[in-house]
């Protein structure tokens, strides 16, 4: 079956950076757009940027712009989230998602990974 399965979280202090990655198995792996959301306790997931199947692209959103990266390795399969800069409000689950579709809102998502914990400490 398909499994998504993110790793890479932990705790930083501000300013920081972390590399969380996102490996996928049970898919046409370079047929997906792969997109990143995360989710802060009491509040619902946001997108947080994503790139397209080739890698040759890439979109985020105004909160991490500058400070975040995505690349893909599409030969292993695996999708990276390079975060520097970190606040503390970038504290959240992280969950990788992957779409066969052009969208990458909520509702278009094929696949979901199980999420990783990402805490950044003022």
């Known amino acids: 079956q398909v499994q998504l399965v993110e790793s890479g979280g932990g705790l930083v202090q501000a300013g920081g950076s972390l590399r969380l990655s996102c490996a996928a198995s049970?898919?046409?792996?370079?047929?997906?757009?792969i997109s990143w959301f995360r989710q802060a306790p009491g509040k619902e997931r946001e997108f947080v940027g994503r790139?397209?199947?080739?890698?040759?692209?890439?979109y985020f959103a105004d909160s991490v712009k500058g400070r975040f990266t995505i690349s893909r390795d599409n030969a292993k399969n695996t999708v990276y989230l390079q975060m520097n800069s970190l606040k503390p409000e970038d504290t959240a689950v992280y969950y990788c998602?992957?779409?066969?579709?052009?969208?990458?809102?909520?509702?278009?998502?094929?696949?979901w990974g199980q999420g990783t914990q990402v805490t950044v400490s003022s």
């Open positions: 049970g898919l046409s792996f370079s047929m997906y757009l």
């Open positions: 790139i397209t199947r080739s890698g040759s692209s890439t």
């Open positions: 998602a992957a779409t066969i579709g052009p969208s990458t809102e909520i509702r278009y998502i094929n696949h």
